[in-house]
Nanobody, 115 residues
């Protein structure tokens, strides 16, 4: 199992930006894909962005054009750059890594966007 640790969450006004970071305890080459998910109160966890080892990133429709996932294999990091934040982006954001034999999740970081 690989440990993933998120950071960078916080409180921001609508229209602002945040950059989330996720650090892995092992090489990112372990993961076939890395991604960011979020879960708002009373809602199911949903995919925000996913970046495979090879190929293009995939984004949820609700964040396309505003969020960017950045995979840094050399430093075992993945980032989520979030711009033009909206109150509906408020949630706990989780980092996830998909290995050939399973998945690993971080503990989550809270993002709160005020109107």
């Amino acid at each position: 199992q690989v440990q993933l640790v998120e950071s960078g969450g916080g409180l921001v006004q609508a229209g602002g930006s945040l950059r989330l970071s996720c650090a892995a305890s092992e090489s990112f080459f372990t993961f076939n894909a890395v991604g960011w998910y979020r879960q708002a109160p009373g809602k199911q966890r949903e995919l925000v962005a996913n970046r495979p080892r090879w190929g293009s990133a995939h984004y949820a429709d609700s964040v396309t054009g505003r969020f960017t996932i950045i995979r840094d294999n050399a430093n075992n990091m993945v980032y989520l750059q979030m711009n033009s934040l909206k109150p509906e982006d408020t949630a706990v954001y989780y980092c996830k890594g998909d290995r050939a034999d399973g998945s690993d999740w971080g503990q989550g970081t809270q993002v709160t966007v005020s109107s």
